[in-house]
């Protein structure tokens, strides 16, 4: 104990004399704190340059970068735009400011030229460290998928359809709006994305019976901006029946109709994705059980939420997937796109429909949108409310 306080004051003499003095002095300094106590320099430089109390010139200097961002002035607007875009992650992020930002003063205020430039010059590692205090965590999911057998042996299995470069190969999947139980009728939503250009759309139908999904599906496909080449989905009964199947192969140019390994949600990944980010995101895990939600929800649909997420929410895609030993290293675009930007880019799409697309999103304001989502969803949600009131009283 002695000891230990005769060596804090021997320090605190030794700082009087380090700060301030020349290179050779310090020099010596340390080497007599190092061979006295047999600390290491290093640690020796720390403890003499920690600060020795009023006076001291290093008490009030921080180490580290200087921050060029100042989120007094950058968070604001920043977390606007985040939780307008369901709280994307900084990649995506970054690629949705130069989209976002032109429509964010008609809707919230004009921005400060210097702000803007700071918006649009951040990068994806300072967005996430300067949204981090306020990030949540998301729940888990519930599957709803019972197994068809009936026509296995007549749809093969196929689990490379992400290769595909050209648009027009689909995936689908289903999503129960069934709360914490599965049992009697609810919602669902069909989920239909494009492997190339990540383009996705959703409908509601009530139940999962044959004859209503093959009627939005056939409704999905009159609002697509290309045709079906492909469509590829899990082992539920919902698509592994004869009415789907004829409809897709009794046509003039048959779309070819494979499905994925039972239990293996990653042979359909990217639709996996977007049941998240499109349906879990915005009607999260109520259960709707009220059929006249069904109209209600392919409102929003079919309407605002196509045209925010199609036209201004980025995607990554994955470049390339190799093992090396035990581990599988895999490699990202550098830089998100829109499922809009990707059709622009795209040989397989004739410029009469990219015409018409860029005419559609010359006409959009996302903010705009979203404040629209947001407004159908509270009449949603009242109307599953009501349903849980009703189901109350009768109890």
């Not at 709803?144 to 093969?156: E, R």
């Not at 250009?197 to 139908?205: G, K, L």
């Not at 880019?345 to 949108?369: C, G, W």
């Amino acid at each position: 104990m002695v000891r230990q306080l005769t060596m804090n004051l021997y320090i605190k003499h030794l700082k009087k004399q380090y700060v301030g003095a020349d290179r050779e002095t310090k020099s010596k300094l340390l080497d007599e704190l190092c061979q006295l106590t047999g600390y290491h320099r290093k640690h020796a430089i720390s403890l003499l340059s920690t600060h020795a109390g009023a006076g001291n010139p290093l008490s009030k200097v921080k180490r580290g970068c200087k921050k060029t961002y100042d989120p007094n002035t950058l968070l604001a607007p920043l977390k606007q735009i985040w939780f307008a875009t369901d709280q994307m992650c900084g990649k995506r992020l970054k690629s949705v400011i130069p989209l976002w930002l032109p429509f964010y003063g008609k809707n919230y205020g004009n921005l400060d030229d210097q702000v803007k430039s700071r918006l649009l010059a951040m990068s994806s590692a300072s967005i996430d460290r300067m949204l981090q205090p306020i990030r949540n965590q998301c729940p888990k999911r519930l599957c709803g998928t019972k197994p068809g057998s009936l026509l296995k042996k007549h749809i093969p299995v196929k689990t490379d359809q992400w290769n595909e470069s050209q648009p027009g190969f689909f995936e689908a999947d289903t999503v129960a709006h069934c709360g914490t139980s599965l049992m009697g009728d609810f919602v669902w939503s069909i989920t239909f994305t494009d492997i190339c250009t990540c383009w996705t759309e959703n409908r509601a139908v009530w139940g999962k019976g044959e004859r209503g999904v093959l009627e939005q599906i056939k409704h999905i496909e009159a609002h697509l901006p290309f045709p079906v080449l492909g469509f590829d989905s899990d082992n539920g009964n919902e698509f592994l029946n004869w009415h789907l199947v004829r409809h897709f192969q009794e046509r003039d140019t048959p779309v070819q109709f494979t499905r994925s390994r039972p239990y293996h949600s990653d042979d359909n990944a990217h639709v996996e994705q977007k049941n998240w980010t499109h349906v879990r995101h915005l009607l999260g895990y109520h259960r709707i059980d009220n059929p006249a939600a069904v109209e209600l929800i392919n409102d929003l649909y079919i309407n605002e939420c196509s045209l925010l997420r199609n036209y201004f929410y980025p995607t990554i895609k994955l470049i390339e997937k190799k093992r090396v030993n035990a581990k599988i290293i895999k490699r990202y675009e550098k830089t998100p796109k829109t499922p809009y930007q990707r059709i622009m880019e795209s040989p397989h799409v004739d410029q009469i429909t990219k015409d018409r697309l860029t005419s559609t999103f010359n006409t959009l304001d996302p903010f705009a949108l979203n404040e629209m989502i947001n407004n159908k969803l509270k009449r949603i949600f009242a109307l599953v409310d009501l349903q849980l009131r009703g189901r109350d009283v009768a109890i």
